[in-house]
């Protein structure tokens, strides 16, 4: 048992050093000189020389590669150019917005998910299943941004429900906070309702048509129990594992709808900084992103492997 | 209890004959739009005609006219061309370089297996969107990066499937008679390693064009991929993206044409997938 | 007389962008919801009290530190103006007037400027601001890492005594003066160092409270500040990257002042709650044709891409209107302006013969670049692509990010034609200074032996009639060579809610809001 979780550890460190050296190299090889971008257009080649020298752009690629690797490691993520303060501040700001963001459109997707999921699993073909599946279908193929255009117009300038864009702290008002999240968790929780959906309906209905469903009947057991004592234990460990990992990846998968909300997260920073060629807030941006992807699946891994002794033979 | 397993199973033919529909006239009318688009639209897609700019529906535009008064329905027909080329181009490539990167593994030393599968696992840690972005900041924008970008990014999923459903046929005591015998590794996979796990690609296949282009969309959407002033819905998204407050109904028909298509070849997928898991059990 | 805005990075600015407007301001809080927040706070010097009156700002872009000397950005230094002080300052109309200096002298030879300072100046952490102080933050503008280093190059400066600073130049440079009214050209402290950035430390009217990247950045009144105490306490600027959102904003009374694009000032029209601030921005736009290009370097060529284009149209569909049509590269509010918008008026059988003169009968393909930041200058350029190809000329558009752009286009002169703005300057030579063949700013590639005659006879030219004559041949030679295609200096338009009053636009980027006040 331990040797297998040292192994998924063990896994999870290398594909986080592999996610680390490939954004390294993308980004080394990005068109766009930094330099010339931070002096602007008038900069005399002398200063852009200087310049070079200064962000350690003429050291071999190696060199620049271990060295920010140190920092990572030691928690220093370098310095952003854009905003003239250390990248980790930066991060840190944006970080509670996108989480909060994606808790939020998670949890929604979770209820709905849940809601129609168990009702769909316990009586299929029935009209519940038929609501669900065509949430399903539609959540999926649902292009979350523009599903979020169509909200801000309908809510925001129309009815004047929710703020139209712009994020409130949620230690400064928690009501406006998650006033100003609303749509854009709606949004987004219209994709994971597809993904998730469907895994709650399929685990139950196969945990209530499974062998042992019969013996509980024959026990005599009230309907209302077993639903929830044996048929749901078993059937949501695997949905809401999902649920986590999907968060995780919503963390970086928000670009276009923090951009329309105009929420200051990680998604828009990573693309601010993508856009002004900030290299060090974008390596920073995506391997905090990728680490807590990494981190994520591995707790899911390892509470699926509690939970369910036979995963715990399966080696990859 | 006979009669209500019949009628359970009617019902549950007909629910799948409806998804079979909606599956199959989507599907084909995105694909269809996009090859009469090619040779005829009602009006030149990019001609300018700057004072109908923000027409109404009319008879003559039936969804109007955008910012440049270009007429909404040409473009959208050939918007259907990036799209497809992305979803079959990317998909096709992803998925033929993500299941030959799946089934060399399960052929290598174990070292090699654990290499290319954390290389896998690193690919997939990076949501799409993230993984495009970086891609495209170093390709370039348009529809070539932008088909790569999404390539790389359904492959570590072939590369999974192919992986493990490979890894399975290996233990397979055809694969082991064939190995006794001494057939080369290639000979293996390619006359019983591919064949076996062929059909499980091909759901996954189906599935993933929806899923590419809605990634193409939105990576056009944020102005990384199709670039005006060729047509994308994604792009068109986001130019009525400006105006969508004085001017929504440029953003309607592009939204409804990406949605159709994506939820037309997702329902193809499941469909497939129906099908081919019921001859499967027939067989068995 | 002459105003301005622009966008972010300063030699191309004058647009608005979608995604990146760079300007915007605001003004006082919303009643409701500063009610709600701060209403029970009486304490009249809390940082957040209630009769506190507070401006809110919509802005595109996050500026790109608080460093006036270590920027290029226009969306930066509109906001560092208010932080630091300039020795000079310019009106409105584009005349000097005393700041941190009081006073100044020319030399007899107009080879030395000396300024007398202000009595008693300090920073905002308390240092004092004398001439050495003065003196140390222009020679960090001569430091190579300051984007402006070629401007002020020709200058030593030296501290005469606590309040008196002579600046001398090697040649005579008529523009001398208007050197030191650049919000780049402003004193700070440099004990601050590189941390001037994220901590601006300056002798402005207003201090930074606090700056949350992608939200807000929130100025508040610098109690120290030397002159007229300012009648705004608070300044909020908001981030807020695209033009939906921030007319949503605006109307649901989130931000009091923006900058505002032509759909939104058409949008909110007939809303009487706002008053919109208009006026031309001393700026140019215009596509440049690259000479480098051998079909562009035909002058038959470039004046057929003249003739093809209908100016007006452009400006009506891009614009709305908003904006005077120009055939040379001046703005129309600046001295010894002279209309040669009708030079080349639209003509597009004229620019076929032209081009069939030239060789190019059967068709010519060339690459045009434009910025994507710039939402108004993408959409131009597909407009005058499309009106190109009515002629023969083939367009591949591409569009790039503003940093790639930047470096491959204007620094790379990697092109054939981009659309682009260039925004304000006091001097005419420090705008057309471009032209000269070895200036490297001349990213159009244009040479003309005349041109440069006649720029250096400027620059020692003492005689301001003589000067505005030269200006005047120059002006008129480019719209005769054209070596772009000049469209318009536009006319930018503030949205502000009524209670704004004095908000006022510069011919340089610059806020001032010291100047506004809000009534209640």
């Given at each position: 048992?331990?040797?297998?979780?040292?192994?998924?550890?063990?896994?999870?460190?290398?594909?986080?050093?592999?996610?680390?050296?490939?954004?390294f190299?993308?980004?080394?090889?990005?068109?766009?000189?930094?330099?010339?971008?931070?002096l602007g257009?008038?900069?005399?080649?002398?200063?852009?020389?200087?310049?070079?020298?200064?962000?350690?752009?003429?050291?071999?690629?190696?060199?620049?590669?271990?060295?920010?690797?140190?920092?990572?490691?030691?928690?220093?993520?370098?310095?952003?150019?854009?905003?003239?303060?250390?990248?980790?501040?930066?991060i840190?700001?944006?970080?509670?917005?996108?989480?909060?963001?994606?808790?939020?459109?998670?949890?929604?997707?979770?209820?709905?998910?849940?809601?129609?999921?168990?009702?769909a699993?316990?009586?299929?073909?029935?009209w519940?299943?038929?609501?669900?599946?065509?949430?399903?279908?539609?959540?999926?193929?649902?292009?979350?941004?523009?599903?979020?255009?169509?909200?801000?117009?309908?809510?925001?300038?129309?009815?004047?429900?929710?703020?139209?864009?712009?994020?409130?702290?949620?230690?400064?008002?928690?009501?406006?906070?998650?006033?100003?999240?609303?749509?854009?968790?709606?949004?987004?929780?219209?994709?994971?309702?597809?993904?998730?959906?469907?895994?709650?309906?399929?685990?139950?209905?196969?945990?209530?048509?499974?062998?042992s469903?019969?013996?509980?009947?024959?026990?005599?057991?009230?309907?209302?129990?077993?639903?929830?004592?044996?048929?749901?234990?078993?059937?949501?460990?695997a949905?809401?594992?999902?649920?986590?990992?999907?968060?995780?990846?919503?963390?970086?998968?928000?670009?276009?709808?923090?951009s329309?909300?105009?929420?200051?997260?990680?998604?828009?920073?990573?693309?601010?900084?993508?856009?002004?060629?900030?290299?060090?807030?974008?390596?920073?941006?995506?391997?905090?992103?990728?680490?807590?992807i990494?981190?994520?699946?591995?707790?899911?891994?390892?509470?699926?492997?509690?939970?369910?002794?036979?995963a715990?033979?399966?080696q990859? | 209890?006979?009669?209500?397993t019949?009628?359970?199973?009617?019902?549950?033919?007909?629910?799948?004959?409806?998804?079979?529909?909606?599956?199959?006239?989507?599907?084909?009318?995105?694909?269809?739009?996009?090859?009469?688009?090619?040779?005829?639209?009602?009006?030149?897609?990019?001609?300018?005609?700057?004072?109908?700019?923000?027409?109404?529906?009319?008879?003559?535009?039936?969804?109007?006219?955008?910012?440049?008064?270009?007429?909404?329905?040409s473009?959208?027909?050939?918007?259907?061309?990036p799209?497809?080329?992305?979803?079959?181009?990317?998909?096709s490539?992803?998925?033929?370089?993500?299941?030959?990167?799946g089934?060399?593994?399960?052929?290598?030393?174990?070292?090699?297996?654990?290499?290319?599968m954390r290389?896998?696992?690193?690919?997939?840690?990076?949501?799409?969107?993230?993984?495009?972005?970086?891609?495209?900041?170093?390709?370039?924008?348009?529809?070539?990066?932008?088909?790569?970008?999404?390539?790389?990014?359904?492959?570590?999923t072939?590369?999974?499937?192919?992986?493990?459903?490979?890894?399975?046929?290996?233990q397979?005591?055809?694969?082991?008679?064939?190995?006794?015998?001494?057939?080369s590794?290639?000979?293996?996979?390619?006359?019983?390693?591919?064949?076996?796990?062929?059909?499980?690609?091909?759901?996954?296949?189906?599935a993933?064009?929806?899923?590419?282009?809605?990634?193409?969309a939105?990576?056009?959407f944020?102005?990384?991929?199709?670039?005006?002033?060729?047509?994308s819905?994604?792009?068109?998204?986001?130019?009525?993206?400006?105006?969508?407050?004085?001017?929504?109904?440029?953003?309607?028909?592009?939204?409804?044409?990406?949605?159709?298509?994506?939820?037309?070849?997702?329902?193809?997928?499941?469909?497939?997938?129906?099908?081919?898991?019921?001859?499967?059990?027939?067989?068995? | 007389?002459?105003?301005?805005?622009v966008?972010?990075?300063?030699?191309?600015?004058?647009?608005?962008?979608?995604?990146a407007?760079?300007g915007?301001?605001?003004?006082?809080?919303?009643?409701e919801?500063?009610?709600?927040?701060?209403?029970?706070q009486?304490?009249?010097?809390?940082?957040?009290?209630?009769?506190?009156?507070?401006?809110?700002?919509?802005?595109?872009?996050?500026?790109?530190?608080?460093?006036?000397?270590?920027?290029?950005?226009?969306?930066?230094?509109?906001?560092?103006?208010?932080?630091?002080?300039?020795?000079?300052?310019?009106?409105?109309?584009?005349?000097?007037?005393p700041?941190?200096?009081?006073?100044?002298?020319?030399?007899?030879?107009?080879?030395?400027?000396?300024?007398?300072?202000?009595?008693?100046?300090?920073?905002?952490?308390?240092?004092?601001?004398?001439a050495?102080a003065?003196?140390?933050?222009?020679?960090?503008?001569?430091?190579?890492?300051?984007?402006?280093?070629?401007?002020?190059?020709?200058?030593?400066?030296?501290?005469l005594?606590?309040?008196?600073l002579?600046?001398?130049?090697?040649?005579?440079?008529?523009?001398?003066?208007s050197?030191?009214?650049?919000?780049?050209?402003?004193?700070?402290?440099?004990?601050?160092?590189e941390k001037?950035s994220?901590?601006?430390?300056?002798?402005?009217?207003?201090?930074?409270?606090?700056?949350?990247?992608?939200?807000?950045v929130?100025?508040?009144?610098?109690?120290?500040?030397?002159?007229?105490?300012?009648?705004?306490?608070?300044?909020?600027?908001?981030?807020?990257?695209?033009?939906?959102?921030?007319?949503?904003?605006?109307?649901?009374?989130?931000?009091?002042l923006?900058?505002?694009?032509?759909?939104?000032?058409?949008?909110?029209?007939?809303?009487?709650?706002?008053q919109?601030?208009?006026?031309?921005?001393?700026?140019?736009?215009?596509?440049?044709?690259?000479?480098?290009?051998?079909?562009?370097?035909?002058?038959?060529?470039?004046?057929a891409?003249?003739?093809?284009?209908?100016?007006?149209?452009?400006?009506?569909?891009?614009?709305?209107?908003?904006?005077?049509?120009?055939?040379?590269?001046y703005?129309?509010?600046?001295?010894?302006?002279?209309?040669?918008?009708?030079?080349?008026?639209?003509?597009?059988?004229k620019?076929?013969?032209l081009?069939?003169?030239?060789?190019?009968?059967?068709?010519?393909t060339?690459?045009?670049?434009?910025?994507?930041d710039?939402?108004?200058?993408?959409?131009?350029?597909?407009?005058?692509?499309?009106?190109?190809?009515?002629?023969g000329i083939?367009?591949?558009?591409?569009?790039?990010?503003?940093?790639?752009?930047?470096?491959?286009?204007?620094?790379?002169?990697?092109?054939?034609?981009?659309?682009?703005?260039?925004t304000g300057r006091?001097?005419?030579?420090?705008?057309?200074?471009?032209?000269?063949?070895?200036?490297?700013?001349?990213y159009?590639?244009?040479?003309?032996?005349?041109l440069?005659?006649?720029?250096?006879?400027?620059?020692?030219?003492?005689?301001?009639?003589?000067?505005?004559?030269?200006?005047?041949?120059?002006?008129?030679?480019?719209?005769q060579?054209?070596?772009?295609?000049?469209?318009?200096?536009?006319?930018?338009?503030?949205?502000?809610?009524?209670?704004?009053?004095?908000?006022?636009?510069?011919?340089?980027?610059i806020?001032?809001?010291?100047?506004?006040?809000?009534?209640?």
């Amino acid at each position: 048992m331990l040797k297998v979780v040292a192994y998924r550890c063990g896994a999870a460190l290398a594909v986080l050093f592999v996610c680390s050296l490939m954004a390294f190299c993308i980004l080394r090889v990005a068109p766009g000189d930094a330099a010339t971008l931070i002096l602007g257009q008038e900069a005399t080649p002398q200063a852009v020389e200087t310049m070079r020298q200064e962000l350690g752009l003429n050291t071999p690629l190696v060199q620049q590669y271990f060295g920010w690797l140190g920092g990572v490691l030691t928690g220093n993520l370098g310095e952003s150019r854009l905003y003239a303060m250390p990248v980790t501040g930066v991060i840190a700001q944006a970080f509670p917005v996108t989480l909060l963001l994606s808790l939020y459109a998670t949890a929604l997707a979770l209820v709905i998910s849940l809601g129609f999921g168990i009702a769909a699993g316990l009586h299929p073909n029935s009209w519940v299943d038929v609501v669900a599946r065509i949430l399903t279908q539609f959540g999926s193929a649902m292009p979350a941004f523009w599903l979020a255009i169509m909200l801000m117009l309908f809510f925001s300038s129309y009815l004047e429900w929710f703020p139209v864009s712009g994020y409130v702290p949620l230690q400064e008002d928690p009501l406006g906070c998650i006033a100003s999240l609303t749509l854009p968790a709606c949004a987004l929780a219209a994709g994971e309702c597809g993904v998730l959906l469907r895994t709650v309906r399929n685990s139950v209905l196969e945990a209530a048509s499974h062998d042992s469903m019969l013996s509980t009947q024959v026990k005599g057991l009230t309907r209302v129990r077993v639903i929830c004592i044996y048929i749901l234990k078993g059937a949501l460990v695997a949905p809401v594992t999902s649920a986590g990992m999907q968060m995780a990846k919503l963390l970086g998968g928000t670009v276009a709808i923090e951009s329309i909300f105009a929420l200051p997260g990680l998604g828009r920073l990573l693309l601010t900084s993508v856009e002004q060629r900030d290299l060090m807030l974008v390596l920073g941006v995506v391997i905090v992103i990728a680490a807590c992807i990494v981190l994520v699946n591995l707790l899911c891994d390892l509470v699926i492997m509690a939970l369910n002794p036979g995963a715990r033979q399966k080696q990859p | 209890m006979s009669t209500n397993t019949q009628k359970t199973r009617s019902r549950i033919r007909r629910g799948h004959r409806i998804s079979w529909y909606i599956a199959v006239v989507f599907s084909a009318i995105t694909v269809i739009v996009c090859l009469v688009s090619l040779v005829w639209t009602p009006y030149d897609p990019s001609a300018m005609d700057l004072p109908m700019r923000f027409a109404l529906p009319s008879w003559s535009h039936p969804f109007g006219c955008d910012q440049f008064g270009r007429d909404i329905l040409s473009r959208t027909m050939v918007a259907a061309q990036p799209a497809c080329a992305v979803g079959f181009g990317a998909v096709s490539l992803g998925a033929l370089a993500g299941s030959a990167i799946g089934v060399i593994a399960t052929m290598g030393s174990r070292v090699m297996r654990a290499v290319l599968m954390r290389i896998i696992d690193g690919i997939m840690a990076f949501p799409g969107i993230m993984l495009a972005l970086m891609l495209v900041l170093v390709m370039g924008r348009g529809l070539l990066s932008a088909l790569i970008a999404v390539s790389v990014f359904v492959l570590p999923t072939f590369a999974r499937i192919s992986y493990q459903l490979s890894l399975d046929v290996n233990q397979s005591l055809a694969v082991r008679a064939a190995q006794s015998y001494g057939c080369s590794p290639v000979r293996i996979a390619l006359c019983h390693v591919v064949p076996h796990i062929a059909s499980a690609l091909l759901v996954q296949l189906s599935a993933a064009i929806g899923t590419a282009m809605l990634l193409e969309a939105a990576l056009s959407f944020l102005g990384l991929g199709i670039q005006p002033p060729l047509a994308s819905w994604g792009t068109m998204l986001s130019e009525s993206f400006t105006y969508v407050i004085l001017h929504p109904h440029i953003a309607v028909a592009p939204g409804c044409a990406l949605l159709g298509s994506v939820l037309g070849f997702n329902m193809l997928g499941d469909v497939i997938s129906d099908v081919l898991t019921q001859r499967g059990n027939h067989a068995a | 007389m002459f105003s301005q805005k622009v966008t972010r990075r300063e030699v191309l600015g004058g647009a608005l962008a979608f995604l990146a407007l760079a300007g915007l301001s605001g003004c006082n809080d919303t009643p409701e919801q500063k009610d709600g927040q701060q209403g029970n706070q009486t304490d009249a010097t809390s940082a957040s009290s209630s009769d506190q009156k507070v401006l809110k700002m919509g802005i595109g872009v996050d500026p790109d530190g608080l460093d006036p000397q270590r920027t290029a950005a226009a969306a930066t230094l509109e906001i560092t103006a208010n932080l630091y002080d300039t020795l000079v300052e310019v009106t409105v109309d584009g005349d000097i007037i005393p700041a941190l200096a009081k006073s100044w002298d020319v030399s007899e030879d107009g080879l030395t400027l000396t300024f007398t300072l202000q009595d008693g100046v300090t920073f905002s952490n308390g240092n004092p601001c004398d001439a050495n102080a003065c003196v140390a933050s222009f020679e960090r503008l001569l430091d190579p890492a300051s984007p402006k280093i070629s401007q002020y190059s020709g200058y030593t400066f030296e501290a005469l005594d606590e309040t008196t600073l002579a600046v001398h130049t090697k040649t005579l440079n008529v523009s001398a003066l208007s050197d030191f009214a650049y919000a780049w050209a402003a004193v700070v402290d440099v004990t601050a160092g590189e941390k001037l950035s994220s901590q601006p430390v300056g002798t402005g009217p207003y201090k930074l409270d606090v700056w949350t990247p992608q939200q807000k950045v929130v100025l508040v009144r610098n109690e120290k500040y030397w002159g007229q105490k300012p009648d705004i306490d608070r300044i909020e600027f908001t981030v807020l990257p695209d033009s939906t959102s921030q007319l949503v904003s605006l109307r649901k009374g989130e931000i009091d002042l923006l900058m505002g694009t032509s759909e939104q000032v058409e949008a909110l029209q007939d809303d009487t709650t706002f008053q919109f601030i208009q006026a031309p921005q001393n700026g140019v736009q215009l596509m440049a044709m690259n000479s480098e290009n051998k079909a562009l370097a035909d002058v038959r060529v470039r004046k057929a891409i003249n003739y093809a284009v209908n100016k007006q149209e452009l400006i009506d569909s891009v614009w709305w209107g908003q904006g005077i049509a120009i055939g040379s590269h001046y703005p129309v509010m600046l001295k010894g302006y002279i209309d040669c918008s009708n030079t080349y008026p639209y003509d597009p059988e004229k620019a076929k013969t032209l081009l069939k003169e030239a060789g190019y009968e059967n068709g010519l393909t060339l690459n045009m670049r434009l910025p994507k930041d710039y939402q108004m200058y993408v959409d131009a350029g597909q407009i005058i692509a499309d009106a190109l190809k009515k002629v023969g000329i083939t367009c591949k558009v591409e569009i790039l990010e503003w940093a790639a752009w930047l470096d491959e286009v204007y620094t790379g002169r990697k092109y054939d034609l981009t659309v682009v703005g260039h925004t304000g300057r006091l001097d005419p030579i420090t705008l057309l200074a471009r032209y000269e063949s070895t200036s490297s700013e001349n990213y159009m590639n244009f040479s003309n032996e005349e041109l440069d005659k006649m720029l250096a006879q400027y620059r020692t030219e003492l005689d301001e009639e003589k000067r505005i004559a030269i200006v005047q041949d120059i002006e008129t030679l480019l719209a005769q060579e054209v070596p772009a295609l000049y469209i318009q200096d536009p006319i930018t338009t503030y949205i502000a809610a009524q209670k704004v009053q004095g908000f006022a636009m510069y011919p340089i980027d610059i806020y001032q809001f010291k100047y506004v006040t809000l009534s209640e």
